[in-house]
């Protein structure tokens, strides 16, 4: 070949060794054998390595609770048959379970629980699945385990009549009884969203006696608010799940929605009714369930099922409908057939001169009058008006509301509902009578209605007939109807 004369100059035999290097270093350095030179001037994209499976295990169908009875064999597959877990590097999963606290008589293989369960209550248990490089992911449920005494409600066809629109109050509650008390439908504390329905307070009702709503299923509400007692307890302290002693005694029940202040408790801390109920549910010594408790107990229980779908539409259990349901059965507590009622003729117009006895007749007008009593329980429901420090001591140790100030509960059935007073101290009204006849002691909180107008204390000085007179007009307050009546009874076979 000839060269070409365009490349006979130096300068063109430059070029051509300049592009014929470079062809050489791009070919080489693509065939994976570049010389120092070519390594130094090229560098080759990474080689791409593969990336390890890192998927952690995942919770993918939650154990739900799961109910169990005392000395009934229980078994129950963790992992539900390996639902539970997934496995995303397909080595297989093992699995290990932990019990919290005691495991009641359970105990594990594998992921497989069983045994009998030896006493009532919630059995928290985490089951850990494992797969073969180590990893794990872990699950918590509840196992409730309920009394193997426990029964279902008995209830008629349709809903028992409670609301205002089936046992419609008496004429006469809402007339002032006099002393500027006002009328006890004035002081009605009860709110707008949580009206009284006739399925409501069915459904409260059977909270209020089931169980089911305490820790080992010993107690329920009516443990210490007992209907042949006024809802209230015959014991000065009332006694817990456990056996422990409450804090005070049990506040009388009857006429409860009637307090203006709409307050609850004692010491009124509870800020309304729908408050209150749930309180002694969560109590570490009355019921001791947590709300969460208190859910999965209710939804485990089949009954409870048609009892919310009736009162609120749907089949939703939640605390907040409990304690609506439980509010509107107390509110239902209306004690509205004593004697004392039935002075009253059909226009509201009271005859107690052909109703009660000559003895009865002084004792209303003691209370009425120089005895004061209707000062502080008022209206045609005998209903306090606020808190009051009444000089139970002289040094005060239980401040109450504050400064020894305690709410007292209607006193219709007082008859019934000894013993008296937050603390439960006096065993009869008499005792009840000559504490404010002669007893009352001073303190700087004392109410000044129990005092004189110089500030000394006020002392009635009655008669032994006259405080006799006052117990026979109180005993005037005790309806036996209410004290039986069927609608406010155990819904559960004794």
Known sequence: MTASPMLNSLPARRALATVLVCASIFVVGCAGDAPTLATEQVTSPPVATPTPNTDAIAVLSPNAPQAAMVGVPFRYDASKAGAVFSDPRKTGLTYAVQFGGTNNGLSAVGCEIGGVPAAAGAQTVTVVARDTTGRT?????????????LATPTLPVSALAYSDARVPLPRYFTQDAGGGAGSAVGADNTPAGNAITDAGATLGRVL????????????SCSSCHQQAFAFSDTARLSRGFQG????RHSLGLTNARFYAGGRFFWDERATSLEAQVLQPIQDATEMGLTLEQLQTKLSLTPFYNDLFQAAFGSRDITTDRVAQALAQFVRSLTSINAKFDRAFGPNGVPNFEATFTAQELQGQQ?????????????????????????????TITDVGAGNGRFKAPSLRNVEVRAPYMHDG?????????????RGVQNNPGLDQRLRVPNGQLRRLNLSLAERDALVAFMKTFTDRTFLSDTRLSSPFAR
């Not at 209020?208 to 107690?219: K, P």
């Not at 065993?427 to 006849?437: A, G």
């Open 366 to 394: 003691l209370y009425n009058g120089r005895a004061g009593c209707a000062r502080c329980h008022g209206t045609n429901a005998h209903i306090s008006d606020a808190v009051h420090n009444t000089g139970l001591d002289a």
């Open 208 to 219: 209020f006696y089931d169980r089911r709503l305490s820790q080992n299923d010993r107690v």
């Open 137 to 149: 992911a872990s699950h918590q449920f509840t196992i409730v385990v309920f009394s193997s005494d």
């Open 425 to 437: 101290r006096f065993r009869t009204l008499e005792q009840v009578v000559n504490f404010y006849d």
């Open 244 to 247: 422990a002693s409450t804090g």
